[in-house]
């Protein structure tokens, strides 16, 4: 069973960046044809897609947030990495990494593995 778990700090100040890792169990980022997303969900709205990186090392983003999100992996610890620059309290959200055979939020993108979420405060 694969198995995904967000770590990183709870709390992040206005204009910092925010960076959360992702570490993986039971199945390699490396495995194809796979895909890792980070997924957000802000306080009373729905999930948002923010990007990915495929078992090649390819990176996808969201239109909305490219200019200032970054997806970087280490394959020695099987982990993957979300950094989110300039944040301000509308990046205020539950972040989660998730594992699919695709990119995006749509019905033919399936995910079929999720972390439990952590819960980011921007604020100060």
């Known amino acids: 069973q694969v198995q995904l778990q967000e770590s990183g700090p709870g709390l992040v100040k206005p204009s910092q960046t925010l960076s959360l890792t992702c570490t993986v169990s039971?199945?390699?980022?490396?495995?194809?044809?796979?895909?890792w997303s980070w997924i957000r969900q802000p306080p009373g709205k729905g999930l948002e897609w923010m990007g990915a990186i495929r078992y090649d090392g390819s990176t996808y983003y969201s239109p909305s947030l490219k200019s200032h999100t970054s997806i970087h992996r280490d394959t020695s610890k099987n982990q993957f990495s979300l950094q989110l620059s300039s944040v301000t309290p509308e990046d205020t959200a539950v972040y989660y990494c998730?594992?699919?055979?695709?990119?995006?939020?749509?019905?033919?993108?399936?995910?079929?593995?999720w972390g439990q979420g952590t819960q980011v405060t921007v604020s100060s």
């Open positions: 998730a594992r699919g055979t695709y990119y995006g939020l749509g019905s033919s993108t399936p995910y079929d593995y």
């Open positions: 039971g199945g390699s980022i490396t495995t194809s044809y796979y895909y």
